[in-house]
């Protein structure tokens, strides 16, 4: 069955700190990934997405993610942290299910940040 | 830029009430999408439709409907609202049939039927 794991519910940084959000999938046959952020009592917003070609793709405000095509994952970075990163990320898998194009997402990962 | 907007940012209902929960996008998009979201169970999709007067179950369907009479207005119906509906909705839309294609999200409604 094909599935998005998000390894970690919460992560709490310091600012100016790095951090990685963890993402693994499966599935037997090629997919787009694409990573969202929900900010505080807002809906998803598009951070980045890999569709082909390099495997580092770059996202808005500083983040940017690797695919790994034989770890099957797509990995969340950033080198540096602010506090107004604190919100929720979601990873999620484009591909075709039972004849219908879906999006499944991870159980997604809250990112707070200390000062 | 695309905008997806839903009726109600909150909203509280009694259980056994009809609720009906709307969303619009001004972006001419073909597929539009209701999620609910819930702590640790990131996003499940409740139903989906390509097209006007289309629609498709998805992971989630049971104790929901929806209608899609205009191209730009998807609809979300709880029949009879119960407790275990109590949830955050996300509405979504995206053009064309890619994969590829992202999916825009309106804000939300946070629903609370008691």
């Known amino acids: 069955a094909q599935s998005v794991t998000q390894l970690d519910s919460q992560v709490p940084v310091f600012e100016e700190a790095p951090v990685e959000l963890r993402c693994n999938y499966s599935s037997s046959v090629s997919v787009y990934l694409f990573w969202y952020v929900q900010y505080p009592n807002q809906g998803l917003q598009l951070l980045l997405k890999y569709l082909s070609g390099s495997t580092l793709v770059k996202g808005i405000n500083g983040f940017e993610a690797e695919f790994n095509k034989s770890q099957t994952s797509f990995h969340l970075r950033k080198p540096s942290v602010h506090i107004s990163d604190t919100a929720e990320y979601f990873c999620a898998v484009s591909m075709i299910i039972q004849g219908a194009q879906k999006l499944v997402f991870g159980q997604g990962t809250r990112l707070t940040i200390n000062p | 830029d695309v905008k997806v907007t839903q009726s109600s940012r909150y909203l509280v209902k009694r259980t056994g009430e009809k609720v009906f929960l709307e969303c619009v996008q001004d972006?001419?998009?073909?597929?539009m999408f209701w999620y609910r979201q819930d702590p640790g169970l990131g996003l499940r999709l409740i139903y989906f439709s390509y097209d006007v007067k289309m629609k498709e179950k998805g992971d989630i369907p049971e104790g929901y409907s929806v209608s899609r009479e205009k191209k730009e207005r998807f609809s979300l119906i709880l029949e009879s609202a119960s407790t275990n509906q109590t949830s955050m909705y996300l509405c979504?839309?995206?053009?064309?049939?890619?994969?590829?294609?992202?999916?825009?999200f309106g804000p939300g409604t946070r629903l609370t039927v008691l």
């Open positions: 979504a839309s995206r053009k064309g049939q890619k994969l590829n294609n992202e999916q825009f």
């Open positions: 972006m001419d998009h073909e597929n």
